[in-house]
């Protein structure tokens, strides 16, 4: 059943002459009677009944006329949608972030995103930055927030956030009430941080920025998330390097404090926006508009 059919269909049952139904529709009369034949024959009964008053429904054409109106509605909406998401008006984006851009502007790119576009919809998850590379080569996510200090091979890249590290102390330390430290003060502690796993990129560089200042810790102490690292400092147990945005987290117990280094051994925390540029994704320009403002406002 063609749904030129149900339009062709629908003017004739409305206008109930087969002439006023061919020019409404702009066609000359003999492609509507074989339209309607056609219809019939689909059918398996008559729809309308022709005699020299007229034309009238028989019960099957009076059955149809409401289903055929659904129909084409159906349809035009089925069309409306396939050019809004093809435009990138409506849709899902799923988008991955490490914990720390909860302090780092994230909550402000995702009510920027849906007050600008609130017919799409974003799906959300926390993942470790390796896991969301993974995630994205596989084509599982649309974008994720990563803690990496280049873009991987075969993923674009947005950089959205750049931050010292700071030395994180438990609230009794003899240096938490310094106003800044060498990284050398922190020789001879136990130091909490990241797993090699989750993000083996700034795990080797903090050791090496150690080793820079001229010592190895004696212990480490490898978690999974930097509010763990965090945690563990507020308990007493270690000191970390964790990035400044960790200052906000509000973990009674830890104390914050610059590191001065003269010799440029301690890296920045460096944030991006990754994303596949080969997936046809048209809302996903629009997300990355949203994170651009505000990385660039920020």
Request: with cysteine; glycine share 6%; hydrophobic share 50%.
């Amino acid at each position: 059943m063609e749904l030129r059919h149900l339009r062709y269909f629908l003017a004739l049952a409305e206008e109930l002459h087969f002439g006023r139904a061919a020019r409404r529709l702009a066609i000359s009369q003999p492609p509507l009677t074989v339209a309607i034949q056609q219809l019939e024959a689909e059918v398996g009964a008559p729809l309308l009944l022709r005699n020299s008053r007229g034309v009238q429904l028989t019960a099957a054409g009076q059955a149809l006329v409401p289903a055929a109106r659904a129909a084409l509605e159906q349809a035009a909406q089925a069309l409306h949608a396939a050019r809004d998401a093809a435009s990138g008006q409506i849709g899902r984006l799923h988008v991955a972030f490490a914990g720390t851009m909860l302090y780092r502007g994230l909550p402000s790119m995702l009510r920027r995103f849906q007050d600008e576009h609130p017919r799409l919809q974003l799906s959300l998850r926390e993942l470790s930055s390796s896991e969301q590379v993974v995630e994205l080569h596989h084509a599982r996510l649309d974008a994720g927030f990563a803690h990496v200090p280049h873009a991987p091979e075969g993923l674009a890249q947005l950089l959205v956030s750049s931050q010292p590290f700071v030395a994180c102390l438990p609230a009794a330390h003899p240096l938490a009430h310094q106003r800044a430290l060498p990284l050398s003060a922190l020789a001879g502690e136990p130091l909490a941080l990241v797993s090699r796993a989750v993000s083996p990129d700034y795990h080797a560089r903090i050791v090496q920025a150690c080793q820079a200042a001229g010592f190895v810790p004696p212990s480490l102490h490898e978690l999974q998330h930097w509010l763990s690292v965090v945690s563990l400092v507020a308990q007493g147990l270690a000191v970390a390097l964790v990035p400044a945005a960790l200052s906000q987290s509000g973990l009674a117990g830890a104390v914050f404090v610059p590191v001065t280094d003269p010799h440029h051994a301690l890296p920045h925390y460096e944030t991006r926006c990754l994303w596949n540029p080969h997936r046809d994704q048209p809302a996903l320009g629009l997300f990355l508009d949203a994170v651009r403002a505000v990385a660039e406002a920020g």
